[in-house]
């Protein structure tokens, strides 16, 4: 069983979502937006056996502690989609023209891509491929449980912006009606802002309705 524990950080509020593999111990961190103490005294407190640190796509406020992350937990894993890595890398930055200003990451250790399976303790996490918002944005999905963590893919009644470099909205559309194949009670768990459910946006969501 996976259990989970959200804690929106910086001055975007984008969640971090720390996972914990009831049976094991293990641990992962969705999303690093601000490596800050509230999270490194949460992952303490939970057994601090960190073994990624997985991206939902390579936004500043999604990934700007990764660096600071890394450097605590260095066997941690840092996993994002081959298209959004050089987010990571620090080749690309999230606002055109601007320098970045974080402290990267030279190169993930993990490159996600559909389909891809990750083993954290008994529990597993399968990679759905879902750009539009970038172009290498994933949700991870905990079938066992019905978690859903989605990033800036689909939030609480609402879409991520499709109007950012490698941002395209047939390209979401498409990601986001891909999702509503899941089972109507999947926990959807965004990138900002409240839960929701598979269902409750299906027929509550301003943007794609199904
Ligand atoms: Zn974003």
């Given at each position: 069983m996976l259990n989970y524990t959200c804690i929106p950080v910086g001055m975007l509020q984008s969640n971090s979502y720390i996972l914990k593999d009831a049976a094991t111990g293990a641990l992962a961190l969705v999303d690093c937006g601000v490596f800050n103490k509230p999270v490194r005294e949460e992952l303490a407190a939970q057994g601090g056996d960190l073994r990624y640190i997985l991206?939902?796509?390579?936004?500043f406020d999604h990934i700007q502690g990764v660096a600071r992350a890394k450097e605590a937990y260095p066997a941690a894993s840092v996993c994002v989609s081959a298209e959004d890595a050089p987010y990571v890398r620090g080749e690309q930055s999230t606002i055109p023209h601007r320098p970045m200003h974080h402290k990267s990451v030279r190169q993930p250790d993990l490159l996600l891509a559909e389909g891809s399976v990750l083993a954290l303790g008994e529990s597993a996490l399968r990679v759905i491929f879902t750009p539009g918002h970038t172009l290498g944005g994933v949700c991870f999905y905990c079938e066992a449980d019905g978690l859903l963590f989605t990033g800036d893919t689909l939030f609480f009644e609402e879409v991520g912006r499709?109007?950012?470099?490698?941002?395209?909205w047939p390209t979401l559309r498409a990601s986001i009606l891909r999702l509503y194949d899941l089972p109507g009670e999947t926990a959807v768990l965004p990138g900002h802002g409240q839960a929701s459910t598979i269902a409750h946006e299906r027929k509550n969501n301003l943007y794609v309705k199904q």
């Amino acid at each position: 069983m996976l259990n989970y524990t959200c804690i929106p950080v910086g001055m975007l509020q984008s969640n971090s979502y720390i996972l914990k593999d009831a049976a094991t111990g293990a641990l992962a961190l969705v999303d690093c937006g601000v490596f800050n103490k509230p999270v490194r005294e949460e992952l303490a407190a939970q057994g601090g056996d960190l073994r990624y640190i997985l991206l939902t796509h390579g936004h500043f406020d999604h990934i700007q502690g990764v660096a600071r992350a890394k450097e605590a937990y260095p066997a941690a894993s840092v996993c994002v989609s081959a298209e959004d890595a050089p987010y990571v890398r620090g080749e690309q930055s999230t606002i055109p023209h601007r320098p970045m200003h974080h402290k990267s990451v030279r190169q993930p250790d993990l490159l996600l891509a559909e389909g891809s399976v990750l083993a954290l303790g008994e529990s597993a996490l399968r990679v759905i491929f879902t750009p539009g918002h970038t172009l290498g944005g994933v949700c991870f999905y905990c079938e066992a449980d019905g978690l859903l963590f989605t990033g800036d893919t689909l939030f609480f009644e609402e879409v991520g912006r499709d109007d950012l470099p490698g941002g395209d909205w047939p390209t979401l559309r498409a990601s986001i009606l891909r999702l509503y194949d899941l089972p109507g009670e999947t926990a959807v768990l965004p990138g900002h802002g409240q839960a929701s459910t598979i269902a409750h946006e299906r027929k509550n969501n301003l943007y794609v309705k199904q």
